[in-house]
T-cell receptor
Framework: DTGVSQDPRHKITKRGQNVTFRCDPI?????LYWYRQTLGQGPEFLTY????????KSRLLSDRFSAERPKGSFSTLEIQRTEQGDSAMYLC???????????FGSGTRLTVV | EDQVTQSPEALRLQEGESSSLNCSYT??????LFWYRQDPGKGPEFLFT???AGEEKEKERLKATLTKKESFLHITAPKPEDSATYLC?????????????FGKGTLLTVNP
């Protein structure tokens, strides 16, 4: 593995459309995180998986957001009925133990027009 | 509520001009403090983790220190390639999910 992979790198969508992002973590890492970052801000926690179980969701994650991690491998983040306020960089990160920080992917830049 | 404040928001240095970035934090039970570097359009890149007051870590021209209230990232004789946003983040003991709470970052520009 060369690191955490995210796809796509960029996504432009019209307001009201659904979008899905994919994250492939480092293979031996059982913890996976999604963060959101807007311009001039630090990343904000969205949700966390340990293996296939989604153990925590931030209050930032409205009902339009859903995340999955089938079989504890890759993860997807879906946003339904996108709004302009959803425009941001969506970052995925993974770690083995949680201690010592984690490795981030390059992110998916979402623009809602 | 856990808070992380970074200063300055932006810093412009000449090549070779040493300086420090500050990260002050207010948390209940610090597990660890993290420094990341972020280049435009990319994800954060891990630099250091500090766990207890008095601890120091070094990597090339960067040195991170930690007290009970703040952390400093010292940059010695910076080069233009050190230009990036530097992010500070904390983990707290009560969070079994090991999530990170980030500051807004310091945008560092090093001019040749």
């Amino acid at each position: 593995d060369t690191g955490v992979s995210q796809d796509p790198r960029h996504k432009i969508t019209k307001r009201g459309q659904n979008v899905t992002f994919r994250c492939d973590p480092i293979s031996e890492h059982n913890r996976l995180y999604w963060y959101r970052q807007t311009l001039g801000q630090g990343p904000e926690f969205l949700t966390y998986f340990q293996n296939e179980a989604q153990l925590e969701k931030s209050r930032l994650l409205s009902d339009r957001f859903s995340a999955e991690r089938p079989k504890g491998s890759f993860s997807t983040l879906e946003i339904q009925r996108t709004e302009q306020g959803d425009s941001a960089m969506y970052l995925c990160a993974s770690s083995q133990t949680g201690i010592g920080g984690y490795t981030f992917g390059s992110g998916t830049r979402l623009t809602v027009v | 509520e856990d808070q992380v404040t970074q200063s300055p928001e932006a810093l412009r240095l000449q090549e070779g001009e040493s300086s420090s970035l500050n990260c002050s934090y207010t948390v209940s039970g610090l597990r660890g403090l993290f420094w990341y570097r972020q280049d435009p359009g990319k994800g954060p890149e891990f630099l250091f983790t500090l766990y207890s007051a008095g601890e120091e870590k070094e990597k090339e021209r960067l040195k991170a220190t930690l007290t009970k209230k703040e952390s400093f990232l010292h940059i010695t004789a910076p080069k233009p390639e050190d230009s990036a946003t530097y992010l500070c983040a904390v983990q707290v003991r009560r969070d079994s999910n090991y999530k990170l709470t980030f500051g807004k970052g310091t945008l560092l520009t090093v001019n040749p």
